[in-house]
């Protein structure tokens, strides 16, 4: 139902613009048959802000991230966005059972309807929106950086911006 409530959205939104503007050669060319006017606009990143060598080890950011993160030991995987319907989140329960002693931080405020609850797990750390000052000194402590999208058409043509987020701050990505 939210799928094809989606789609006459989106159909209508078409339908009254004059210019569309989309993140992403895919979703250009997906959206070019259905509407005249598409154009590409390629996500960009702050390359130095989410550089390791930007890190101040005594600032502010550092000691509210390592107090966000305290306790937590082990395997830190983790994911910063928006924690919405795109995310695969019986995919995180079942990671998170799969290997109890890693631990999985999502940074981002929830937007999920009210009969979608997160998965609670142990290992499961749910940080909430956090401001953007201190994303980098949180993916500075993963060690991997995850995009757990689920496989559809909401997310066939995604082009994450965090992922170059990610690959600034030099993280290895599971997508």
Do not use: M
Not at 57 to 82: M, T
């Amino acid at each position: 139902h939210r799928l094809a409530l989606w789609k006459t959205r989106e159909l209508a939104l078409l339908h009254q613009a004059a210019l569309v503007l989309v993140a992403g050669p895919a979703l250009s060319r997906a959206l070019g048959r259905r509407h005249g006017h598409v154009a590409s606009v390629f996500n960009a990143v702050d390359a130095e802000h989410f550089s390791p060598r930007a890190l101040e080890p005594h600032g502010s950011e550092a000691h509210e991230a390592e107090r966000l993160l305290a306790g937590i030991d082990g395997p830190l995987l983790g994911y910063c966005g928006s924690i919405d319907e795109r995310l695969d989140l019986g995919l995180l329960a079942q990671l998170a059972d799969a290997r109890p002693h890693w631990h999985i931080v999502l940074v981002g405020p929830a937007q999920l309807p009210a009969d979608v609850p997160l998965p609670q797990r142990r290992n499961l750390h749910w940080l909430g929106a956090q401001p953007y000052s201190l994303l980098p000194y949180l993916l500075a402590r993963l060690d991997v950086a995850l995009l757990p999208y689920v496989q559809g058409p909401r997310t066939a043509l995604a082009n994450p911006p965090q992922l170059l987020e990610y690959l600034a701050a030099r993280k290895p990505v599971v997508s």
